[in-house]
C-alpha cells in the first residue's frame, strides 16, 4: 500500500535556527514527490516536485532532497513568516492522484 | 498563472439542506480537478476526482449520492453537499492539473448547524 510518513508532527524553531523536515515513502512506482504548505485556513500552495533520487531543488531558504526512500525539506535560517504546515506528497505512476502525508506544523519564534 | 478558485469560501447551512461549492480554474483548462476534505490538524483526504464531460470517480467509503460532483465545462467543478448533517462540517478544497503539479484552490468552510 501506498503511504506517506512525516516526521515530526510539530517543530518549534528559534529564529535563524535551520533544521530539517522529514518524509519517508513507500510507493510502487515514484511518479513525483511534491511539497506544499499550507497557511491555516487556506488552501496548499505549490513548492517543489522531485522525480528522481538525488535530486534537489531550492527556493529561498528552502531545499528540497530526495532519496529512494524519503525527502528531506532543509529549512535554512528560518523567519517567523515561514511558520506554516508543511505537506508532502506522493504520486505512483499511471495515475495524477496525490497521497498525502499528515504534515509537520512549523512554528518559527523571532 | 495557475490560479484555482473556489465559492464560497465559507458557508453555514442548516442540517437536511443541499450546499453547492464551485470551483474555478481561472487561468488554464482543467480535463480533471479533485476534491479534497480536511479536517482539523489534518492531512487533506482525497474524496473524488472529477472528470470534464463523465462521471466522477470516488474513492472508497465516499457516499456518491451524498458528495455529488459535475465538471461542467474545462474550467469548472461542482461539489453538492446533499442532505447535509453536522458530521458533514468541514474544510473541503479542490485542486487541478494545468501541466503536471496540482494546483489547490483557497478551501471552503462548511458549517452545518
Known amino acids: 500500500e501506498d503511504q506517506v510518513t512525516q516526521s515530526p508532527e510539530a517543530l518549534r524553531l528559534q529564529e535563524g535556527e535551520s533544521s530539517s523536515l522529514n518524509c519517508s515513502y513507500t510507493?510502487?512506482?515514484?511518479?513525483?514527490l511534491f511539497w506544499y504548505r499550507q497557511d491555516p485556513g487556506k488552501g496548499p500552495e505549490f513548492l517543489f516536485t522531485l522525480y528522481s533520487a538525488g535530486e534537489e531543488k531550492e527556493k529561498e531558504r528552502l531545499k528540497a532532497t530526495l532519496t529512494k526512500k524519503e525527502s528531506f525539506l532543509h529549512i535554512t535560517a528560518p523567519k517567523p513568516e515561514d511558520s506554516a504546515t508543511y505537506l508532502c506528497?506522493?504520486?505512483?505512476?499511471?495515475?495524477?492522484?496525490?497521497?498525502f502525508g499528515t504534515g509537520t506544523r512549523l512554528q518559527v519564534f523571532p | 498563472g495557475a490560479v484555482v478558485s473556489q465559492h464560497p469560501s465559507r458557508v453555514i447551512c442548516k442540517s437536511g439542506t443541499s450546499v453547492k461549492i464551485e470551483c474555478r480554474s481561472l487561468?488554464?483548462?482543467?480535463?480533471?480537478m479533485f476534491w479534497y476534505r480536511q479536517f482539523p490538524k489534518q492531512s487533506l483526504m482525497l474524496m473524488a476526482t472529477s472528470n470534464e464531460g463523465s462521471k466522477a470517480t470516488y474513492e472508497q467509503g465516499v457516499e456518491k449520492d451524498k458528495f455529488l460532483i459535475n465538471h461542467a465545462s474545462l474550467t469548472l467543478s461542482t461539489l453538492t453537499v446533499t442532505s447535509a448533517h453536522p458530521e458533514d462540517s468541514s474544510f473541503y478544497i479542490c485542486?487541478?492539473?494545468?501541466?503536471?503539479?496540482?494546483?489547490f484552490g483557497p478551501g471552503t468552510r462548511l458549517t452545518v448547524t
Open positions: 510507493v510502487s512506482g515514484l511518479r513525483g
Open positions: 487561468d488554464f483548462q482543467a480535463t480533471t
Open positions: 485542486s487541478a492539473i494545468p501541466i503536471y503539479e496540482q494546483y
Open positions: 506528497a506522493v504520486q505512483a505512476t499511471n495515475t495524477d492522484k496525490l497521497i
